[in-house]
Each structure stands twice: as structure tokens, then as C-alpha cells.
């Protein structure tokens, strides 16, 4: 449950990252609509709101309330840390042969 929680953190933070519009140019080669804005941040809300209930599965009232704060810390952490330092690559051209 642990994992999970940090997974579906990580995946919010993925499309709150993706739903900008310079990171979602640099990643995809495009800028993003208004309507996939909307949707990936409607989406990262709700893999937040998602992680919460398995950090409390795995660790009680107690100390899951802590473990979905630590979750969510950390994939906002790896998210950054990838969407700004790891290169990026050519975007995709339709025609272009090489």
C-alpha cells in the first residue's frame, strides 16, 4: 500500500508538471490544450485524493496521515527533479526522414 500511495503521488505530480505549458512543449513536442490543461490537472487531483486512502490501510490513523504527506513530498521531489533535469530529446516532426 505503501508503494501505491507513492505511485498514484507521483503520477499527480507527473500531471500537474505535464499540465504546464513549458514542460508539456518540452516533453511532448507540443503546446497543450486548453481542454488536456483541465483534464491533467482534474486528474492530478484526483490521484492525490486517491493516495490518501491506502497511506491510511498501511499505517493506521495514526501514522498514515504522515506516510501520505512523506508520499506526496517525495514524487513531488522526483517529479521535479525529472521534468527539469533529465533531458528531454527531440521532439517528434512528422516528415522528417533522416
Not at 498501511?58 to 533535469?85: D, E, H, K, R, T
Amino acid at each position: 500500500m505503501s508503494a501505491l500511495t507513492l505511485a498514484l503521488a507521483a503520477l499527480a505530480f507527473a500531471l500537474f508538471g505535464l499540465s504546464t505549458f513549458d514542460h508539456h512543449r518540452r516533453r511532448l513536442g507540443r503546446a497543450p490544450a486548453v481542454v488536456t490543461v483541465r483534464r491533467m490537472r482534474l486528474g492530478a487531483w484526483a490521484a492525490l485524493l486517491l493516495s490518501f486512502p491506502p497511506a491510511i490501510l498501511a499505517q493506521g490513523w495514526v501514522f498514515g496521515p504522515i506516510l501520505w504527506v512523506g508520499s506526496v513530498m517525495l514524487g513531488a521531489g522526483l517529479l521535479f527533479l525529472a521534468l527539469n533535469l533529465l533531458p528531454a530529446g527531440e521532439p517528434h516532426r512528422k516528415g522528417k526522414i533522416e
